[in-house]
Structures are given as C-alpha cells and as structure tokens.
C-alpha cells in the first residue's frame, strides 16, 4: 500500500508493512541490499546448489542464509555472479522477485518508487521432468512458454497476448483441468544468449510434486489422467506441445511481466514421467547445465 500521509517528498511512500526492511537495510525474506545484486542473477531451487554454482567461482564476497533463500556472491572469469536459492513452489518466487525488484526499482531510504527503471536478469537453473518421450532423460530444456497451474496469478493482473489467452482456454478444455492456467513466454533475449542447444519446449509449472503432477503414493488422485492429457494436448494451428513439468517457472515468467524484468528457465530433464525412468546421475546432467549457464555469462 502507497501511504500519502507523509508530504515531505512528491511520491508517496510505501508503508513498512507492505515493504519490510530488516535493521540493516535489507529486504525482508532475502535479507540483502542493491550491492549484492550481480548484472545476471542465478537463480537454483535447491540451496544445496547454490554451492555447486559457486564451486566454480575464483571467490566468493559475500554469502547470506535466511530460510531457503541461500545467497552467494562472486567471480567467475572475472565476472560478478549472484547465485540464489528459492526452495520450492511458486509462492517464493514470488517473494524472489518482489524482493529483488524492490532493491533495483525502490528507493529503500525514502521508500518511494525510483523514477528510472532497472531491468533485473535472472535465469533459473532447475530439475524437471519430461512429459514426451522425445525429451529424453539428462537433456537440457529451455522454457519458451510457461504454463501456470498455481494460483499466484489469480491475485494479479496479468497481462496475457492473444496467443497465450487461446492456449490457456485451449488447454483448460481439451485437457479438463481443474483450474484455467496462465501461459506466459520467457524471455526472448536470454534465450539468445543461454538457449544454444538446448531443447525448446513449454514448461508446466504445478503447484505440488505429487498429485498435481499425477502421481500417487498412498491417497487416490483426483485426476489420474492429468499426465496423459497433457502429454496428448497439441494445439494444431500453432503445434504448441507441452514438453515437462517442474513446479517454479511460470511464477518466474507471470512475476517478470508485471515487474518488467527478462527471465529465463533452463531445465535439467531428470525423469520421464511416460516412460516412467528417473536419470541415473541428476547431479551430473544439473553440473553440466551449471557450467553450460556460467560460461555463456
Ligand atoms: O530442482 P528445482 O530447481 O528445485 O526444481 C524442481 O525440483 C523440485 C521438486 O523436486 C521443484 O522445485 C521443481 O521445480
Ligand atoms: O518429475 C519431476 C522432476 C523434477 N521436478 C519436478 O517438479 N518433477
């Protein structure tokens, strides 16, 4: 909420509770100020991989801890990387991308809106599972369509092209799903620059590991078909298939197109969820992918 209580300045401010800052000046959750951040900010699900990413640094500056969000700053052949854990689910990215847009885009002293506006880059280096047979397992995927079954997006209003707005609708018939999904591309530019190689697909994005990705242990599933229907979905006049599911992306993607920031996901394919095989070696094709990403920075 913007309070306009205070007439000191010509903005208004933005109260503490709906920015919070912590004693040092930092951002509530990532507890960490506009110098930490890097021109390309790597982003990883598992703070454990945070360490894998900065293996490769020659030092590291800077290291914070709070929660799942585990930051890293250093050098890789002499350029300055953010490296960031978020956990899991779209609910922190969220939090991820307000955060770091704050410390860019608000002026933390006054707490008023910087009139010129930064553009944050940022690429999440993920684990996914392949919903086509011909995404094989211990490949490298780059998101160009992120398709949300989350409801983050249900509190914002997001702005979706004529495409996007058909494949949603598309998709929520053909595949009966419980919800209407938001579809969001990625960004063009960082795909440019990281994407060479890469499988390009349309990532879905859940809002759990278990039954929303049509698994089941124990409980019986609402919707059993859900993986063969969204392996089978084709929207002809486009050929737009869905390729793999992973639970944070289309997060990413919905948050960057309000805020205005370029972000991309690149996944490695861990498991086939149709052929039901689970890569031998995660960590090597997800350490291949790190070094890929670093060195294409
Ligand atoms: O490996 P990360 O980046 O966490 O990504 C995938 O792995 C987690 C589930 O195991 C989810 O976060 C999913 O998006
Ligand atoms: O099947 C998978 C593998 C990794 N991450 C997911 O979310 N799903």
């Known amino acids: 909420m913007l309070t ?11 109260s503490e509770t709906d920015l919070i800052l912590n004693k ?22 598992d703070p454990g991989r945070v360490y894998r990413v900065s293996e490769h640094f020659d030092d590291i500056e800077f290291e914070m801890n709070k929660r799942e969000y585990i930051t890293q700053v250093g050098t890789y052949k002499g350029k300055r990387i953010t490296v960031i854990s978020t956990g899991m689910g779209t609910d922190n990215i969220e939090i991820l991308l307000t955060e770091l847009d704050a410390l860019v885009n608000i002026d933390l002293k006054t707490r008023e809106l ?114 063969e229907e969204l392996n089978y ?9 869905l390729t793999n599911f992973e639970m944070e992306t289309a997060g990413y993607y919905g948050m960057a197109r309000l805020l205005g920031h370029e972000v991309l996901s690149v996944n490695a394919i861990i498991a086939n969820r149709v052929k039901n095989k689970f890569s031998k070696d995660p960590n090597k094709v997800i350490d291949a992918l790190i070094k890929k990403i670093l060195d294409r920075i």
């Open 24 to 45: 040092d000046g930092s951002v509530y959750h990532l507890n960490l100020l506009p110098k930490h951040l890097s021109d390309i900010i790597i982003t990883v699900g």
């Open 233 to 241: 979905y084709h929207n002809k006049s486009s050929d737009f298939w």
């Open 114 to 227: 910087k009139s010129k506006k930064k553009k944050l880059k940022i690429i999440r280096i993920g684990t996914s599972g392949a919903l086509q047979d011909d995404v094989p397992l211990d490949s490298h995927l780059v998101t160009d369509y992120a398709v949300g079954l989350d409801n983050l997006m249900s509190f914002y209003n997001l702005e979706m092209n004529e495409f996007e707005e058909e494949i949603a609708n598309d998709l929520y018939k053909k595949a009966k799903l419980p919800i209407v999904p938001y579809v969001i591309k990625g960004s063009e530019m960082l795909r440019e620059q990281f994407g060479e190689g890469m499988i390009v697909g349309n990532t879905v994005t859940t809002p759990g590991f278990y039954a929303p990705q049509g698994r089941a242990l124990r409980t019986s599933i609402k919707y059993p078909a859900l993986l």
């Open 4 to 14: 306009g209580g205070d007439t000191s300045g010509t903005m208004p401010k933005i």
